[in-house]
């Protein structure tokens, strides 16, 4: 079966790093689109960044463009999110997430294989 694993969250302080890697298994990764989101409490899950088939296109939401970069290797089937000068408001759990389309989906809705999240927590 699909299987997304997120890995690489953790504690940092504001202004800090920190590098989420995603591994799939269980699809031919090359042909997925793949997505970060990101659920804080209280509060839906939200876009973050996503990345085409073959990382050419790249889209970002407005709160994290100029911080995260997306990258992926379809060799290894591995997609990463860095995330640098980290702000309180980061805080949430990340989730990797798998679409099978052309163009990236920035809504949840299309994406059908998602991870168990990993969490990131940002203090002032």
């Known amino acids: 079966q699909v299987q997304l694993v997120e890995s690489g969250g953790g504690l940092v302080q504001a202004g800090g790093s920190l590098r989420l890697s995603c591994a799939a298994s269980g699809l031919t990764f090359s042909l997925y689109s793949m997505g970060w989101f990101r659920q804080a409490p209280g509060k839906e899950r939200e876009f973050v960044a996503a990345?085409?088939?073959?990382?050419?296109?790249?889209y970002f939401s407005d709160s994290v463009k100029g911080r995260f970069t997306i990258s992926r290797t379809n060799a290894k089937s591995t997609v990463n999110l860095q995330m640098n000068s980290l702000k309180p408001e980061d805080t949430a759990v990340y989730y990797c997430a798998a679409a099978i389309t052309i163009r990236p989906p920035v809504s949840t809705g299309p994406y059908n294989h998602w991870g168990q999240g990993t969490q990131v927590t940002v203090s002032s």
């Open positions: 990345i085409s088939q073959n990382g050419e296109s790249t």
